[in-house]
Nanobody, 121 residues
Framework: QVQLVESGGGLVQPGGSLRLSCAAS????????MGWYRQAPGKQRELVAH???????SYADSVKGRFTISRDNAKNTVYLQMNSLKPEDTAVYYC???????????????WGQGTQVTVSS
């Protein structure tokens, strides 16, 4: 069974930094795209950043210039470095991954359970 586990969330002051990580474990053949989403209370989940297996990256306009997504394929892990944090960044952050579980099969989408990020005002 494939699992995604996030870590690194917490409470931080405005202007501070946090680094989130998400590690994939279990039985799978390969990981394609990975990304980070976030959801604030009472709001819909939104895409924060996305990175393909070849390293192509995209960001939400609200985080451009402040957040950096990266991945370590040897560790099956994706990271989100968050700098210059603002109160509006407060949300539960979720890891997402497109994973191939066997050779010559289609991929499936997996989600982590989320990690809380709180930026005080």
């Amino acid at each position: 069974q494939v699992q995604l586990v996030e870590s690194g969330g917490g409470l931080v002051q405005p202007g501070g930094s946090l680094r989130l990580s998400c590690a994939a474990s279990g039985s799978f053949f390969s990981i394609n795209a990975m990304g980070w989403y976030r959801q604030a209370p009472g709001k819909q989940r939104e895409l924060v950043a996305h990175i393909t297996s070849r390293g192509s990256i995209s960001y939400a306009d609200s985080v451009k210039g402040r957040f950096t997504i990266s991945r370590d394929n040897a560790k099956n892990t994706v990271y989100l470095q968050m700098n210059s944090l603002k109160p509006e960044d407060t949300a539960v952050y979720y890891c997402n991954a497109e994973i191939r579980t066997a050779w010559r099969t289609d991929t499936n989408i997996y989600w982590g359970q989320g990690t809380q990020v709180t930026v005080s005002s």
